[in-house]
């Protein structure tokens, strides 16, 4: 996780920096900090809390250089402490470095350097890298002038060759004005070259707003930067032949408007959102699925034995309920894993196997170091990614963009409903391959249409939802149950209760309450419960009068129309009647909102949930 930034370039670095680290924020917010190029010295500034808190630090110290780099920490290594917040310095003062990822071997390298008398300030695994380069620097001969090379640039490289994990870095160097060297394996990193300044950033967000024209940095590549001119170099000295990208970032999705939160904004965005994700996805006689980025023929994906659906999080959630509907209508064998846990499990494979990823950022380590696994074993790995030009969209063998724009807030709304949406598409898709006639097609899509409207209708209800969640939130703990393509959702709401406003609470499949669960109801357990029309409602009405017959508390999420046994709902929320493809869409709407109401009500801080991070780029 973590977020960095880097400006070289005319301006006055402090200010730019800060309004970047404020768009990484979202990657962790324990600290932040920064450090600029004030002549031949180092400033650093670091605080333990927001990027506002040291914007107010910084301010007084009247920063004027126009070459820094910045930070904002999901604390890893060490405690949430500014000795532990980056940018570190090398004992010597000469190096700064502020650093995404892990080092996995820095307590071998602090012991080398201890040894040669190097020490250390910080409990961080990031400060045994910025004293490897000042080591490596003071060994390094000056490069004869002619030859073009750059000393700082070599010294990052000759450190990095010792370092095992993960980084995305960004250093400077004392004794090089207007000069900074930065690099990346596992952890993004993004050139933006603007008029006259280079930028860089964790995530094209953080520089959007000065620079259209980025390079994304691949694994392994090393960048060394000045106010006109950038080079790109491998691990091996080769040059990179750089290709500039253009990106289309509406930076007005990143801003809050008339919203309290985020999250609100994002729940309230996703009629919109669902309306992007399908634009342009059917085909033109309204009766399946039309994907531009699969690469791979009908033909192909005819021939495709089993799914197999890696996520984490929100995500996984969303391929449980792709691998109910791909079933459900496609007949198609699905199975879903965490990636992280598929990536070690060396899982056997048919190799008719297709593997789907699904991610919103991108970026989150463990889905790419499954994806990473599957390739390896030879496997095409789609992926579901809402983030252009993220790592996992350029390592993919090809895809499906989600397009809903950025998702700010920590806990995954509009996101996880695109995906939602494009995983019922893909079980269309595949279905009108097999056993789907043309008028169920054309039925199954005008449903899959009607969703932005249906969603409509529940964030309608949001002022009641709103009553519910101020009599709710006092509680310690909550169910919430569901079943078939409706589990996964109950795992969701749980999920989302539990992140933003740190009540326990548990997903659960409605019909297992009655295996162990239900010793745990009781009238300080209210159960949130999805029972929706159709085949097993009166079954999942005998499971909620089951915990009726114990003094628990109920909130009911059923369909329009259907009646249910007097006492047996505290609470009832509506959701209008639709296609079993839409139904998980609509289901979401209401925990959701009551998660988010919950967590306002308790004046806990939405978008930013304590220990958490949007994007996960650590094991
Ligand atoms: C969602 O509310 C979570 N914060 C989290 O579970 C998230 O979905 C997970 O970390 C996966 O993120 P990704 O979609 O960016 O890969």
């Known amino acids: 996780m973590c977020g960095i930034v880097g400006y070289v370039g005319r301006q006055k670095a402090a200010p730019i920096l800060i309004e970047g680290l404020k768009r990484l924020e979202y990657r962790g917010y324990d600290s932040a900090g920064l450090a600029v190029l004030q002549g031949p010295r180092i400033e650093v500034v670091k605080k333990t809390g927001r990027v506002d808190v040291l914007a107010k630090a910084a301010a007084p110290r009247r920063l004027a250089g126009a070459t820094g780099i910045g930070h904002t ?32 071997n820095h307590a071998a390298i602090r012991r080398f350097l201890a040894a040669k008398g190097y020490t250390f300030a910080s409990e961080t695994d990031t400060e045994a890298l910025v004293n490897l380069i000042a080591y490596h620097h003071a060994k390094e001969p000056e490069p004869a002038p002619d030859t ?75 960048l060394h930067l000045t106010p006109g001119r950038f080079a790109i170099i491998t691990q091996d000295e080769e040059d990179v032949p750089p290709v500039v990208d253009r990106i289309t970032w509406d930076t007005a999705g990143a801003e809050l408007g008339d919203h309290r939160h985020f999250m609100e904004k994002e729940i309230f965005e996703q009629p919109a959102a669902l309306e992007n994700a399908m634009r342009g996805r059917f085909s033109e006689d309204g009766s399946t699925a039309n994907f531009g980025g699969l690469n791979l023929t009908p033909a192909e994906l005819r021939q495709v034995g089993r ?44 190799r008719d196997t297709l593997f789907f990823v699904m991610s919103q950022s991108g970026e989150t380590i463990d889905t ?3 994806l990473r ?22 390592e993919a063998d090809g895809g499906i963009y989600q397009h809903v724009g950025p998702e700010i807030g920590v806990a995954s709304t509009k996101a996880f409903t695109s995906q939602l949406l494009l995983g019922a598409i893909i079980a269309l898709y595949i279905a009108r391959m097999r056993d789907m006639s043309y008028n169920d097609g054309l039925e199954y899509v005008k449903a899959l249409k009607a969703a932005p409207g249906l969603v409509r209708r529940v964030l309608a209800q949001a002022p009641r939802i709103r009553e519910i969640a101020r009599r709710h939130a006092h509680y310690k703990d909550m169910l919430f149950l569901g079943r078939l393509s409706l589990f996964p959702i109950a795992l969701e709401g749980a999920l989302k209760l539990k992140e933003i406003s740190y009540i326990h609470a ?10 162990g669960p239900i010793a745990l109801v009781s009238p300080e357990c209210p159960a949130v419960f999805f029972a929706p029309k159709g085949e097993i409602f009166n079954k999942l009405v005998s499971s909620i009068q089951e915990i009726k017959a114990r003094r628990g508390r ?27 493809a839409v139904l998980p869409i609509v289901a979401t709407i209401p925990v959701q909102l009551l998660s ?8 806990c801080d939405v978008d930013k949930p304590r220990n958490l991070a949007k994007s996960v780029t650590v094991e």
């Open 73 to 104: 920490r999901w604390a890893t290594h060490g405690g949430v402490t500014e000795a532990n917040a980056h940018p570190h310095l090398s004992s010597d003062g000469s190096f700064a470095l502020v650093h995404n990822g892990v080092i996995e």
């Open 148 to 222: 073009g090379k750059s000393r700082f640039l070599e010294s990052v490289r000759r450190a990095l060759m010792h370092v095992e994990g993960a980084y995305g870095i960004a250093v400077l160097c004392a004794a090089c004005p207007g000069e900074i060297v930065a690099a990346r394996k596992a952890s993004p990193l993004v050139l933006g070259v603007g008029d006259r300044e280079h930028l860089l950033a964790s995530d094209v967000a953080a520089l959007a707003s000065r620079t259209q024209n980025v390079v994304y940095l691949k694994d392994g590549e090393l």
């Open 307 to 350: 799914l197999v659906l890696l996520g984490c999080g929100t995500a996984w959630h969303a391929c449980l309920v792709a691998e109910h509907l791909v079933e459900r209508f496609a007949r198609l064998p699905v199975e879903v894993d965490y990636a992280s846990e598929f990536r070690y499990r060396n899982t056997p494979l048919d």
């Open 368 to 370: 790419l170091g499954a």
């Open 373 to 394: 696994e599957a390739r390896r074993k030879g496997f095409k790995v789609l992926a579901i990614n809402n983030t252009v030009g993220s790592s996992i969209a350029r």
């Open 506 to 515: 548990e997903g659960y499949p409605a019909a297992e309450m009655k295996h």
């Open 554 to 580: 109920t909130i009911v999420i059923t369909t329009e129309g259907c009646e249910l046994p007097p006492g047996v709902a505290d609470e009832l929320i509506h959701l209008p009647d639709c296609h079993e």
């Open 596 to 603: 988010y109401y919950i967590a306002v009500e308790l004046g």
